[in-house]
Every structure is written in structure tokens, then in C-alpha cells.
């Protein structure tokens, strides 16, 4: 962890090598999807009908990321599982990173179907953002990431569920 500029009390804007660290994990699917070539891509052909959603999705989801990488506390250790709710927090977040990427294979598979990408691409994402925070007890970040699940899950909804 890498401190810069002090915000509030134990917060500051800086580095977190561990947030790092969970933002690339988060973003393996993506690197290694031009080397799967999936035969149909409906995540990467969606076209938001509702611009307001997508522009607030886009808001939070860009928030909870810098939030996640560039906000840290100088009172929380850098990796610790020590308390019950420690490690309640961070294996709910490794399940959420767990259920994004079993849900990839079936969609590089071609198994494909609405609420599967729903849950597994939409809703887990932001809960993997907001139990990290809640692991590190950076609040900023559950509350961002809290409003990027749901207007994330709403959107992957009205584009996988509704318009089907």
C-alpha cells in the first residue's frame, strides 16, 4: 500500500497493490476473450436502449474501480483473514470472482442464457467490488459498489431477461 494525499481520518488516496491485485483478477475474461473468440458475443454486441442507465452504470462501475485500486486505510493490513468477519467477507468476495468465471466458461461455450449472464456477469461483479470493501473496510466503496450492483444487475436484466 502506497500513500499520497490524506482524504479522511484513515482514508487516503494512494496505491492498494491488493486492490490491484482483485482488479485483475476481475479482468481475466476479458483479457484471454480474444483468444477464445466466443461464436456469439451478446455482452460485447449489447446496445443499452436506456442511456440514463448506462451512463450511471458507467459512473459507479468507473467509481467503485478507483475506489477499489487508489483509495486505502492506513489501519487496516494489507491481506488479513484473522476475524469472523474478515474471513465471512473475503470468501464471500472469492465466491463472487468464483461464480463470474465459472459463469464465462459456459458463456465461452456457447451456453449463453439470460439469467445465467445475468448473474453471473452482471450481479457478481459488483458484489465481488462490495464484499472486497467490506473485507477492507472501505466504505466508500460499498457504497458505490452497492449502487453499481444494482443499476448493473437492473441493466444486464433489461438487456438479457426483458428484451428477450
Known amino acids: 500500500m502506497l500513500k499520497f494525499v490524506h482524504i479522511y481520518k484513515n482514508y487516503f488516496f494512494g496505491l492498494s497493490l491488493i486492490g490491484i491485485f482483485a482488479f485483475a483478477i476481475q479482468e ?11 461464436e456469439s458475443n451478446p455482452i460485447m454486441n449489447m446496445q443499452n436502449e436506456t442511456k440514463w442507465i448506462a451512463i450511471v452504470q458507467s459512473i459507479f462501475g468507473m467509481l467503485s474501480m478507483v475506489l477499489l485500486m487508489l ?5 487496516i493490513p494489507i491481506f488479513s483473514i484473522s476475524t469472523a468477519k474478515e474471513r465471512i467477507f473475503f470468501t464471500l468476495t472469492i465466491c463472487m470472482i468464483l461464480i463470474n468465471f465459472i459463469g464465462w466458461a459456459f458463456y ?4 449463453q442464457y439470460g439469467w445465467l449472464i ?6 457478481v461483479v459488483p458484489l465481488y467490488y462490495l464484499f472486497f470493501g467490506l473485507w477492507k473496510n472501505n ?3 460499498v457504497g458505490s459498489a452497492t ?3 444494482i443499476i448493473h444487475t437492473v441493466n444486464g436484466y433489461m438487456n438479457f431477461i426483458v428484451k428477450k
Open 28 to 38: 481475466i475474461p476479458y483479457i484471454i476473450m480474444p483468444l477464445v473468440k466466443p
Open 147 to 149: 449502487i453499481f450492483f
Open 139 to 141: 466504505y466508500p466503496l
Open 118 to 123: 445475468v448473474i453471473s456477469q452482471f450481479a
Open 108 to 111: 465461452y461455450t456457447g451456453h
Open 71 to 75: 483509495l486505502v486505510r492506513d489501519d
